[in-house]
Structures are given as structure tokens and as C-alpha cells.
């Protein structure tokens, strides 16, 4: 009852001291200590509802929340670059502050369960039998192993498109807007198939999509190294288009990942032996924090294999060379082949529950 205003001061309170900061310790502080408790506090009670008010249709409903957050992404690295520039971070915080406040305070009247709480409601033991499941755990295996590629692309695609395939700055904020431009799409249309068929076919499809988008496209868009301008104009358009269709599909694919989770829930209850008191809201903020553990580790992670990447002699000035050919190579494969694993729980029921279940048939 009280979580989700009281999610609302704390974000609110971070954002605001946020604009006072002078070093880089106080934003981290502010902006990625308290105001991620705060977006914690707001986001907990709107997933445990979202199960309340959605029987036959979670996947959809999970899909257009996860939608909203992608629609945000569109048109606010523009903005905010925009009034970076032209404001200041100090000036710029402060108006976001108040955006925040504006926005979540009209949300908020909205943000109630279906069934209000009764006041003689006793608080029932936690049922962590869903922990014995290795259902749960192989789901959870291929969600974290795919957050640990997903940030990624939408991190270096800017640098790369710069450096490495020759075009202007603004290209980048694009190349970005367009990824989270078609993960709304995405989110909604993994959603509804999560609705009607078994959620590791849907992990499969999404998977092998965003692999293939990474390995084919990312990959394959050239490099501009030539020193001459028509050649390099020819170069820099083919890359473009591959960045962008790059955006696209593995926007699509891999930004709708999330949205999986209502049919990693349902699929956990089906196994349970007491689906009935499976704490939901529990496990999806246990998907969350094992996504929250790859968008953590990717950070140092991926400086790691960009230098890798420089030291084993990656970097080439060869005309038209691939992104695996650059320093970005190894960050590229790195990031296909977490994309592909994120099916981790189809390949355990197809291949290593097989074996394992006939290595024992014939030794029986």
C-alpha cells in the first residue's frame, strides 16, 4: 500500500540531489544507488498487480508494459542530448525531476490491486518450494546468460558507428532510438505468443533471432578506412544499412526477451506441486535481479573484451573490413553467443535431459 509512494519521494529525492552533483562517486550515489531503490519500490507493486489483474492474457499484458519503457527510449536520448547541450546536466536533472514527479503522480492513483487487502488478512508462510525446480533454474540460467550480451549493442553501437564504420554522430542516437523503437513491437508480439505456446520455443525464437541479427548484421557492417571519398561514401552506406537493420531485428528479438516472463511464471507453476502458493511476484523479482546481475557485470565486463579485443591484434586498416575484424570483434561474438544461450532451458529439455535420461535408460 505504502511501497509505491514511498518509491515515488525516494526517486524523486535522488533525482533531485543528482543535479547538485559535482563528482562522479554523488551521481553514482544518487542516480544509481537511490534513485534505483526508489524505481525498485515503484516497480514491485505494478508486476504483483499486473498478475492480479491478467489471467488468460499475462503475456500480453507483460509484453505492452515492457513496451512502454521501449517507447520511452525512443524519443528521449534526443531530448536529452538537446538540453544537455543547450542547459547543462544541473538545469537538466532538475527538469527531469520534476517530470518524474508530474508523471508518476497521475500513475499513481492507478497503481492499486484488484482484490484491495483485508486488514484481518494474516501474512501466510513463503513457499520457496519453486527453488527445488530445475525448471526455474535452467529458465533463469538462460535469462541471465543472455542479460550479460543484451546491454551491449545499445551501449557501443554509437562508438562503433562513429570510429569504426565512419558516420556522423547522430546516427548513433538513431541507431539506438530505432532499437528501442522496435522493441515495442517486439515486447507485445513475444507477449502474445507467450499466451499460447510453451515459453522455451518462444526463448528459441527469440534467441536465434537476436544471434542471427548480431552475427550477420553487426558483424558483416564494413569498416571506413579508405582514403577515398567515393569508396568511403559507398562504404559508410552500406554499413548504415546494416547498423540499421541491425537496430531492427535484434530490437525486436532480443528487446522482447523480457517479456518472456509471464511464460517462465506459468511454466514454473505447470511443474510446482503446489502451483497455488507460488509466490509470483517473488520469482519475477528474481528474473529481474538476474537480469539486474548481467546489466551489472556487462559494464566492466565488456572494457575487458574491447582491450582483448585491441590486444590480439584485431584492429585492421584493411579497406571494407568486418566488425570482427575491428576491436569490437570479440565484444560481437561475445555478444551473439550469450544472445543464442539465452535458450538455455530449450537446450536442456532437448538435448541434455535427453542424454542424461538415456544414458540412464541403458544403464538401467
Known sequence: MYCAPAGVIVTVTGSLLSSFSDTVWQLIATQGVICAIGN???????????????????GLALGTMWA????????????????????????TLKAWTVTQLLTTLLALPF???????????SARRLDLSFLRLSTFWMLQAGNIIQSFGYFLPSTYLPSYSTTTAGLPETMGTMLVSLFNATSVFGGIALGILCDRFAVTN???ISSLGSALSVILLWGMASSSNSSASSSSSSQEKEAL??????????GFFAGGFSSTWSGVIMQI?????????????????????GRGIGNVISGPLSTVLLRQGA??????????S???ETRYGTLILFTAITALFGAWSWMWRTFVNNCLTRSRDSFL
Open 40 to 58: 525498485g519500490l515503484l516497480f514491485s507493486p505494478s508486476s504483483l498487480y499486473l498478475d492480479q489483474w491478467f489471467v488468460r492474457r499475462k
Open 68 to 91: 512502454a519503457k521501449s517507447i520511452t527510449g525512443v524519443a528521449l536520448p534526443f531530448v536529452a542530448s538537446v538540453c544537455l547541450n543547450k542547459f547543462g546536466s544541473s538545469t
Open 111 to 121: 497503481l492499486k490491486p484488484r482484490i484491495p487487502v483485508s486488514a484481518a488478512t
Open 202 to 204: 518462444i526463448l528459441l
Open 241 to 250: 544499412a546494416l547498423l540499421a537493420l541491425f537496430s531492427v531485428s535484434y
Open 269 to 289: 507453476k505447470r511443474d510446482s506441486a503446489s502451483p497455488s502458493s507460488l509466490e509470483t511476484g517473488l520469482v519475477f523479482g528474481l528474473l529481474a535481479g
Open 311 to 320: 590486444l590480439a591484434g584485431a584492429i585492421t586498416e584493411s579497406r571494407g
Open 322 to 324: 568486418t566488425g570482427f
